[in-house]
Nanobody, 116 residues
Framework: QVQLVESGGGLVQAGGSLRLSCAAS????????MGWYRQAPGKQRELVAT???????HYADSVKGRFTISRDNAKNAVYLQMNSLKPEDTAVYYC??????????WGQGTQVTVSS
């Protein structure tokens, strides 16, 4: 089992920045891909960014050049630096990990609200 705890959400004006953090505990030796997803009201959950254990990263087109995902394997943590935030970035952001046995785990979510 893997437990995920997120922090760092909040309210920010358009053009501002926020940094999300996610700490994993439990069977952390099994972590393969760590990432962030988001879900806006009335919309489906969508991928924001992922980082593999080997260091490769992937971003949604909508956040490329504005968001940066990073991972600290020693701390079993993943971060999302969000710059130049837009009102359309408003959503609940979820931390996600996929283990080497392809099991998915989700955090409880953290609200990010960007005002115009």
């Amino acid at each position: 089992q893997v437990q995920l705890v997120e922090s760092g959400g909040g309210l920010v004006q358009a053009g501002g920045s926020l940094r999300l953090s996610c700490a994993a505990s439990g069977s952390t030796f099994r972590l393969n891909v760590m990432g962030w997803y988001r879900q806006a009201p009335g919309k489906q959950r969508e991928l924001v960014a992922t980082a593999s254990s080997g260091g490769s990263t992937h971003y949604a087109d909508s956040v490329k050049g504005r968001f940066t995902i990073s991972r600290d394997n020693a701390k079993n943590a993943v971060y999302l630096q969000m710059n130049s935030l837009k009102p359309e970035d408003t959503a609940v952001y979820y931390c996600n990990v996929v283990t080497y046995s392809s099991r998915n785990y989700w955090g409880q979510g953290t609200q990010v609200t960007v005002s115009s």
